[in-house]
């Protein structure tokens, strides 16, 4: 076996062991600096800002798929689920987006509009209940009740 491929065989199951563990994500594999990110991230923006909301949601997807840790790539894909009435991919997203940066009130509320449209008034008038619970007092309050609803 050449030393060549040794090598490769090493970085492979060190790459695969960092997917594995959380330590690396493709994006760190791939070598993609910030700069090719950043300008995937402002095509997928322009597309949706031009109502191409398909083409947005592949590319916001190709991005949380490449860096999973980036809570900006999974809310920008639930912004996308939402414009598109995809309320449980959003809802869905989101939950994503409370896991990564913890629960924001606009996250929250963003949760509830998509729970309304989905026909759940009275659980939407809950987790509105939250996100002004967490708006007073911050990442003291409890949202167990709000994870035991479901889509």
Same mark, same amino acid.
Request: charged share 25%; with cysteine; aromatic share 8%.
């Given at each position: =076996? #050449? *030393? !060549?491929?040794?090598?490769?065989? $090493?970085?492979?199951?060190?790459?695969?062991?960092?997917?594995?563990?959380?330590? +690396?994500? %493709? $994006?760190? @594999? =791939?070598?993609?600096?910030?700069?090719?990110?950043?300008?995937?991230?402002?095509?997928?923006?322009?597309?949706?800002? $031009?109502? *191409?909301?398909?083409?947005?949601?592949?590319?916001?997807? =190709?991005?949380?798929?490449?860096?999973?840790?980036?809570?900006?790539?999974?809310? #920008?894909?639930? *912004? %996308?689920?939402?414009?598109? !009435?995809?309320?449980?991919?959003? +809802?869905?997203?989101?939950? %994503? @987006?409370? +896991?990564?940066?913890?629960?924001?009130? !606009?996250?929250?509320?963003?949760?509830?509009?998509?729970?309304?449209?989905?026909?759940?008034? *009275?659980?939407?008038? $809950?987790?509105?209940?939250?996100?002004?619970?967490?708006? =007073?007092?911050?990442?003291?309050?409890?949202?167990?009740?709000?994870?035991?609803?479901? %889509?």
């Amino acid at each position: =076996m #050449s *030393e !060549q491929s040794e090598e490769v065989r $090493k970085a492979a199951r060190f790459a695969a062991q960092g997917l594995r563990d959380g330590t +690396l994500t %493709v $994006k760190d @594999v =791939m070598g993609l600096t910030i700069e090719e990110i950043a300008a995937i991230r402002a095509l997928a923006a322009r597309y949706q800002t $031009k109502g *191409e909301l398909d083409a947005a949601l592949r590319l916001y997807g =190709m991005l949380a798929s490449l860096d999973p840790y980036n809570a900006e790539h999974w809310q #920008s894909m639930a *912004e %996308v689920h939402q414009l598109s !009435q995809s309320y449980v991919g959003a +809802l869905l997203c989101y939950e %994503v @987006v409370a +896991l990564l940066r913890g629960r924001d009130p !606009q996250c929250i509320r963003a949760q509830a509009d998509c729970v309304q449209k989905l026909g759940r008034p *009275e659980d939407a008038t $809950k987790i509105r209940g939250y996100a002004r619970a967490f708006s =007073m007092f911050g990442s003291s309050a409890s949202f167990g009740a709000q994870r035991s609803l479901r %889509v």
